[in-house]
């Protein structure tokens, strides 16, 4: 699991099962190319404060909120 801090300040946990994916099927990441404080837009279920994510990748340069969310710990 990652927690991350969304724009808004909130803290999100981030459950990363072996089915979830990292970059875009064009630009395919692993789960070492992102370190502490990257920038990221996580899509998946979310409950609560907790998002299962399906797909996790780099946030674009210059995307302001939304999404986006920055990572805390891995």
Same mark, same amino acid.
């Given at each position: 699991?990652?927690?991350?801090? !969304?724009?808004? @300040? %909130? #803290?999100? =946990? &981030?459950? *990363?099962? /072996?089915? !979830?994916?990292?970059?875009?099927?064009?630009?395919?990441?692993?789960?070492?190319?992102?370190?502490? @404080?990257?920038?990221?837009?996580?899509? @998946? #279920?979310?409950?609560?404060?907790? &998002?299962? %994510?399906?797909? *996790?990748?780099?946030? /674009?340069?210059?995307?302001?909120?939304? =999404?986006? =969310? !920055?990572?805390?710990?891995?």
């Amino acid at each position: 699991t990652w927690t991350v801090r !969304t724009p808004a @300040g %909130a #803290t999100v =946990t &981030v459950v *990363i099962q /072996p089915s !979830t994916t990292f970059g875009t099927p064009a630009n395919p990441l692993a789960v070492s190319d992102f370190s502490v @404080g990257a920038r990221i837009v996580v899509l @998946g #279920t979310r409950s609560a404060s907790t &998002v299962t %994510a399906t797909r *996790i990748t780099k946030a /674009p340069a210059g995307r302001p909120g939304g =999404t986006t =969310t !920055t990572v805390a710990a891995g």
